[in-house]
């Protein structure tokens, strides 16, 4: 892959040394004169060199994350790769489904791309077990890339990933209750059954309300009518319902906990910014542009600068977005406090 463009500096380096050897008494201008000739190299120039190389990218969405392929694809344009310009993707079908996805792995395998974009745990976790370790993979909408495995540490991937997490600092979801519910003395929290990631949330979630006082009921789900049966069951026994960060809750799971919030006057903490955007009630959330746009610019760096994952940091958004649902909060009669106003914010469904 024509990556790299650090080979066309090299003339100049070694020129450099030469006319230094040569005439040490001149090395003052020599390297005054040097120094301006490469500032005036501009990034424009630079990724210019881009332009006769197609990159070829796997995009393996799931079940889609468009704001998150948008801002992936953005990250990617601040180092020159655009889409019909320098660079085509590959992507097959979506889907919550590990069998398919399989099938959209083994499809991007075939292509022999030179990066793929991968989103969510179980996604990823399919991508990296069929992808030669040779290609790099991007990764975002992975709440615990290296609790799950994916990588060794967000520091040193120790492999071919490295990326972008929408983990939320479980300190901020209790902050956020206690500001705004302050009363909440019982919570449900609901997961895919089996997803690694969401079960460790929620674990952690437990320890924390339970040293605020607060007892947490943890329901695992295994379909999104499966969600409605186990909210149904909680109706009356708690303050509030809680989402999690996972692939079932994301793919209609907090959808059916939202209609049942709105019936039934049960506010949603919730952990996922589209669950706010269609009415659930509140919650510190990551936003997937932002972390697709960081993991764009990840990419980059190993597409045009041939770095490699492992001397890249993966990374999460911090602080969160602090969203409130205006509709849903004035449905359920709560009451925020002047001094926290302004540090929410505020959209409709």
Same mark, same amino acid.
């Given at each position: 892959?024509?990556?790299?463009?650090?080979?066309?500096?090299?003339?100049?380096?070694?020129?450099?040394?030469?006319?230094?050897?040569?005439?040490?008494?001149?090395?003052?201008?020599?390297?005054?004169?040097?120094?301006?000739?490469?500032?005036?190299?501009?990034?424009?120039?630079?990724?210019?060199?881009?332009?006769?190389?197609n990159y070829v990218?796997?995009?393996?969405?799931?079940?889609?994350?468009?704001?998150?392929?948008?801002?992936?694809?953005?990250?990617?344009?601040?180092?020159?790769?655009?889409e019909g310009k320098?660079?085509?993707?590959?992507?097959?079908?979506?889907?919550?489904?590990?069998?398919?996805?399989?099938?959209?792995?083994?499809?991007?395998?075939?292509?022999?791309?030179?990066?793929?974009?991968?989103?969510?745990?179980?996604?990823?976790?399919?991508?990296?077990? +069929?992808?030669?370790?040779?290609?790099?993979?991007? @990764?975002?909408?992975?709440?615990?890339?290296?609790?799950?495995? &994916?990588?060794?540490? @967000?520091?040193?991937?120790?492999?071919?990933?490295?990326?972008?997490?929408?983990?939320?600092?479980?300190?901020?979801?209790?902050?956020?209750?206690?500001?705004? &519910?302050?009363?909440?003395?019982?919570?449900?929290? @609901?997961?895919?059954?089996?997803?690694?990631?969401?079960?460790?949330?929620?674990?952690?979630?437990?320890?924390?309300?339970?040293?605020?006082?607060?007892?947490?009921?943890?329901?695992?789900?295994?379909?999104?009518?499966?969600?409605? /049966?186990?909210?149904?069951?909680?109706?009356?026994?708690?303050?509030?319902?809680?989402?999690?960060?996972?692939? &079932?809750?994301?793919?209609?799971?907090? /959808?059916?906990?939202?209609?049942?919030?709105?019936?039934?006057?049960?506010?949603?903490?919730?952990?996922?910014?589209?669950?706010?955007?269609k009415g659930s009630?509140?919650?510190?959330?990551?936003? @997937?542009?932002?972390?697709?746009?960081?993991?764009? /610019?990840?990419?980059?760096?190993?597409? +045009?600068?041939? +770095?490699?994952?492992?001397?890249?940091?993966?990374?999460?958004?911090?602080?969160?977005?602090?969203?409130?649902?205006?509709?849903?909060?004035?449905?359920?009669?709560?009451?925020?406090?002047?001094?926290?106003?302004?540090? &929410?914010?505020?959209?409709?469904?």
């Open positions: 892959m024509g990556r790299s463009n650090s080979a066309q500096l090299k003339p100049y380096t070694y020129y450099c040394h030469a006319l230094i050897h040569q005439w040490s008494n001149r090395h003052i201008v020599l390297i005054s004169f040097i120094v301006i000739s490469l500032g005036a190299i501009t990034p424009s120039q630079v990724f210019a060199t881009t332009v006769n190389v990218i796997g995009l393996a969405t799931w079940s889609g994350y468009p704001d998150s392929v948008a801002g992936f694809k953005a990250g990617l344009a601040i180092y020159g790769i655009q320098n660079a085509s993707f590959i992507m097959g079908k979506t889907g919550a489904n590990k069998e398919l996805q399989t099938k959209v792995a083994n499809k991007i395998k075939d292509a022999r791309p030179d990066l793929v974009y991968s989103l969510t745990t179980p996604g990823t976790t399919i991508i990296k077990n +069929v992808l030669p370790t040779s290609t790099p993979i991007v @990764f975002s909408i992975v709440t615990y890339p290296a609790d799950s495995g &994916l990588i060794d540490s @967000f520091d040193y991937s120790g492999n071919n990933l490295v990326g972008t997490s929408n983990y939320v600092s479980n300190k901020h979801y209790v902050a956020l209750l206690k500001k705004v &519910l302050p009363e909440t003395r019982k919570i449900a929290i @609901f997961h895919r059954k089996g997803e690694p990631n969401s079960k460790i949330q929620a674990s952690n979630i437990l320890r924390l309300m339970k040293k605020e006082g607060i007892t947490v009921k943890i329901l695992a789900a295994t379909s999104v009518e499966h969600v409605s /049966e186990l909210a149904m069951d909680q109706l009356g026994k708690v303050d509030v319902f809680m989402t999690t960060t996972d692939t &079932l809750m994301q793919s209609g799971g907090e /959808e059916a906990l939202i209609t049942l919030s709105h019936q039934h006057k049960i506010p949603i903490l919730s952990s996922n910014k589209s669950g706010i955007l009630t509140f919650g510190p959330v990551a936003d @997937f542009y932002t972390l697709g746009k960081m993991a764009g /610019e990840k990419a980059g760096q190993i597409l +045009v600068n041939d +770095v490699p994952p492992t001397q890249l940091q993966s990374e999460l958004q911090e602080p969160p977005l602090f969203m409130v649902n205006t509709k849903a909060i004035n449905m359920m009669g709560i009451s925020i406090s002047v001094d926290i106003r302004d540090q &929410l914010i505020w959209v409709d469904e």
